[in-house]
């Protein structure tokens, strides 16, 4: 199977797995979020009332495109599910997310969800995370200072582009993509950049990850669920 086939197969078998009728569910970014969206859509269309909560513009649009109503996250009390894609997921459910540049708001809305779910096709299974440069969201004002902080974890850094031009996230601000080759200690890096001045977040998701669907060697559907608290 290619990786678009099992995109499409996870995207699917998550929105036919975990979305049932009368839900409020979070909407993912990327390339595989899209066939969870595009398969809600499909639920609509066959009778099903579903809303979302989308995490981010591009989703947004294309969640209207196939009829899902949003909802406003400051709207809803608590999500029963959120469903999203990863840029590299490892076997502690420690995730980096944010390639496509949304991971603040796919953050906020993980945690607002009851059970975090991510879809990944085989590729995104790692060893060890960092091979995937690690996004972290800055904000503008003294980002050179920002950047120069974050090089002193022993990483080399990029500032996102687009066009020719700095990278803009849907709530303005930039992004400097850190190239750490293999991520030691996933748990304690996601602190300190935290704790970085200028850093508002970073794509490392610890300790969310309820679900993983993925797709094995033989082209065989794996649910893998997590032992969170
Ligand atoms: O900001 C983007 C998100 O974190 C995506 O979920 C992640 O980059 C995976 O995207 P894709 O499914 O296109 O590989």
């Known amino acids: 199977m290619d990786r678009q086939a099992e995109k499409a197969l996870v995207g699917e078998t998550a929105a036919i797995q975990y979305v049932k009728d009368g839900m409020t569910v979070g909407l993912g970014t990327g390339s595989t979020a899209f066939y969870v969206i595009k398969t809600m859509g499909e639920m609509i269309k066959a009778g099903m009332n579903l809303k979302g909560v989308a995490t981010s513009k591009a989703t947004e649009k294309l969640a209207s495109e196939y009829g899902i109503q949003l909802v406003d996250i400051n709207e ?72 120069k902080a974050i090089q002193k974890l022993g990483c080399k850094t990029e500032l996102r582009m687009k066009d020719e031009e700095i990278y803009l996230t849907d709530n303005g601000n930039y992004i400097i993509d850190c190239s750490f080759s293999s991520i030691q200690n996933p748990k304690q890096l996601h602190q300190t950049l935290n704790n970085i001045v200028g850093v508002v977040e970073n794509g490392l998701f610890i300790h969310m990850v309820d679900v993983l669907i993925s797709v094995n060697k033989q082209d065989e559907i794996i649910v893998d669920i997590a032992k969170n608290e």
């Open 76 to 147: 809803v009390e608590e999500l029963d599910i959120a469903i999203d894609g990863a840029d590299e997921i490892d076997a502690n459910f420690f995730a980096i997310k944010g390639g496509g540049g949304a991971l603040l708001r796919e953050k906020i809305i993980a945690s607002a969800a009851k059970t975090f779910i991510v879809v990944a096709d085989g590729s995104k299974k790692v060893q060890t995370l960092g091979h995937f440069p690690l996004p972290v969201e800055v904000v503008p004002f003294g980002y050179k200072q920002t950047e």
